[in-house]
């Protein structure tokens, strides 16, 4: 397991201000860190992006992760083909606190810390302390180019995207051409590696699930009265765009209890509104449709850990689906605001559908714009469920 570190003091303030009444001077500009001030020679776009011969990094690589879980799971894969290109260098990872739950799963780097608004000085003090060699920024934000530019990195490696902004292109060595827009997230993340050397065959995204978390996980289920086959329901999200109506959710649920008979075991966070959502889906279902709910209950490691033996999953857009995709467990996700041509899970297993549109549905238009999730009927969601189990339940599949 990567050992952590964390802040321990005042939160810091960052900004990025330029010198000169709001306008960049023509020869320096300034990056704020609370009362740090350093002054930057005039801006230049970086070099074009090219390999790093990884036997002459001698020093640490720092990894730049500050979204939330979903993006931190989905960046797993460049973390493993980073860790192929250079397996003997040390690799530090920077997330953001929010999502330490996932810190224990986390292979293919050394260290992990984490990032706390609320209590960081310390964390800001050890960068400017410590060297590195490479830093990769997957994350895009003034917070993360701060950050760089103190690692004192020789190369520091981000996207194109950055050169919208003259001080932030300024703080990169390497720009790579990679258009958020224009990929799924795991392939736009995978990018930043790409542009250092080639990978075979290249990783897909992965969590190393402690054992004492699936043991717990087993523990937990029997203490439910829960047998080995049951379905996985994650009905809410950190956006409340994306929930989907109660009534609907019980309609599919007891449609599934009726189809396979195994108890559905509802999952979520610890937010008042989301574990509001999951009483009202769970109130409606009735003894004769067994259902336990674990939101707010569990932490998110362990959220994965009841998804990974799970027979099937049942979702909206969020890190839970993709954790789903991870174990490959047959999923059906549900897509309004957001498109799926980003995020959905593409293992043989995994389904969508889309606020708007009916079933089936091809996610295969980058720049589609989004609807409401009240716009996605019961009808095309049970449409697509019985795709699902009709086509897992076919010989030589794994079945439901």
Same mark, same amino acid.
């Given at each position: 397991?990567?050992?952590?570190?964390?802040?321990?003091?005042?939160?810091?303030?960052?900004?990025?201000?330029? +010198?000169?009444?709001?306008?960049?001077? /023509?020869?320096?500009?300034?990056?704020?860190?609370?009362?740090? %001030?350093?002054?930057?020679?005039?801006?230049?776009?970086?070099? #074009?992006? /090219?390999?790093?011969?990884?036997?002459?990094?001698?020093?640490?690589? $720092?990894?730049?992760?500050?979204?939330?879980?979903?993006?931190?799971?989905?960046?797993? !894969?460049?973390?493993?083909? $980073?860790?192929?290109?250079?397996?003997?260098?040390?690799?530090?990872?920077?997330?953001?606190?929010?999502?330490?739950?996932?810190? #224990?799963?986390?292979?293919?780097?050394?260290?992990v810390w984490t990032y706390d608004r609320r209590n960081s000085f310390s964390l800001w003090a050890?960068?400017?302390?410590?060297?590195?060699?490479?830093?990769?920024?997957?994350?895009?934000?003034?917070?993360?180019? $701060?950050?760089?530019?103190?690692?004192?990195?020789?190369?520091?490696?981000?996207?194109?995207?950055?050169?919208?902004?003259?001080?932030?292109?300024?703080?990169? +060595?390497?720009?790579?051409?990679?258009?958020?827009?224009?990929?799924?997230?795991?392939?736009?993340? =995978?990018?930043?590696?790409?542009?250092?050397?080639?990978?075979?065959?290249?990783?897909?995204?992965?969590?190393?699930?402690?054992?004492?978390?699936?043991?717990?996980?087993?523990?937990?289920?029997?203490?439910? /009265?829960?047998?080995?086959?049951?379905?996985?329901?994650?009905?809410?999200?950190?956006?409340?765009?994306?929930?989907?109506?109660?009534?609907?959710?019980?309609?599919?649920?007891?449609?599934?209890?009726?189809?396979?008979?195994?108890?559905?075991?509802?999952?979520?966070?610890?937010?008042?509104?989301?574990?509001?959502?999951?009483? !009202?889906?769970?109130?409606?279902?009735?003894?004769?449709?067994?259902?336990?709910?674990? !939101?707010?209950?569990?932490?998110? $490691?362990m959220t994965t850990a009841m998804i990974s033996q799970a027979q099937l999953f049942l979702g909206?857009?969020?890190?839970?689906?993709?954790?789903?995709?991870?174990?490959?467990? #047959?999923?059906?996700?549900?897509?309004?605001?957001?498109?799926?041509?980003?995020?959905?899970? %593409?293992? #043989?297993?995994?389904?969508?559908?889309?606020?708007?549109?009916?079933?089936?549905?091809?996610?295969?238009?980058?720049?589609?714009?989004?609807?409401?999730?009240?716009?996605?009927?019961?009808?095309?969601?049970?449409?697509?469920?019985?795709?699902?189990?009709?086509?897992?339940?076919?010989?030589?599949?794994?079945? =439901?």
């Amino acid at each position: 397991m990567a050992a952590v570190s964390e802040g321990t003091s005042k939160p810091a303030q960052i900004t990025f201000r330029p +010198t000169g009444a709001g306008k960049t001077s /023509s020869n320096q500009a300034d990056l704020h860190l609370g009362k740090i %001030r350093v002054t930057a020679p005039a801006l230049a776009l970086p070099r #074009p992006p /090219s390999f790093v011969n990884f036997d002459t990094v001698t020093g640490p690589i $720092l990894l730049l992760q500050l979204k939330r879980l979903g993006d931190l799971i989905l960046s797993t !894969a460049a973390f493993s083909a $980073l860790r192929k290109l250079a397996p003997d260098a040390r690799i530090t990872l920077l997330i953001d606190d929010y999502s330490r739950e996932l810190i #224990p799963a986390i292979g293919s780097v050394d260290e992990v810390w984490t990032y706390d608004r609320r209590n960081s000085f310390s964390l800001w003090a050890r960068l400017i302390q410590q060297n590195f060699d490479v830093c990769l920024d997957f994350t895009g934000n003034d917070r993360s180019a $701060l950050i760089a530019f103190l690692s004192k990195a020789s190369r520091r490696i981000g996207f194109s995207f950055l050169a919208r902004r003259a001080i932030r292109s300024w703080v990169y +060595t390497d720009l790579v051409p990679s258009s958020v827009r224009e990929r799924h997230t795991i392939d736009h993340y =995978l990018d930043l590696v790409r542009s250092l050397g080639k990978v075979e065959p290249e990783p897909v995204p992965w969590l190393d699930i402690p054992p004492g978390f699936l043991s717990s996980a087993n523990l937990l289920r029997k203490e439910l /009265s829960i047998e080995e086959r049951y379905f996985v329901v994650h009905p809410g999200a950190a956006r409340p765009e994306k929930y989907w109506a109660p009534d609907r959710w019980r309609a599919v649920i007891k449609y599934v209890w009726q189809a396979l008979k195994i108890p559905c075991l509802l999952t979520g966070g610890s937010d008042s509104q989301e574990l509001k959502h999951v009483q !009202a889906i769970q109130n409606g279902l009735g003894a004769s449709c067994p259902s336990f709910s674990l !939101a707010g209950r569990i932490d998110f $490691l362990m959220t994965t850990a009841m998804i990974s033996q799970a027979q099937l999953f049942l979702g909206v857009d969020t890190a839970a689906a993709h954790a789903a995709a991870l174990f490959q467990r #047959p999923e059906l996700v549900l897509f309004g605001p957001t498109n799926p041509f980003h995020w959905l899970p %593409r293992h #043989p297993a995994g389904r969508v559908v889309r606020a708007g549109f009916g079933y089936p549905y091809r996610a295969n238009q980058p720049r589609e714009q989004g609807h409401p999730m009240s716009e996605l009927s019961t009808e095309t969601v049970i449409r697509a469920m019985e795709d699902l189990l009709k086509d897992f339940d076919q010989p030589g599949k794994e079945g =439901l």
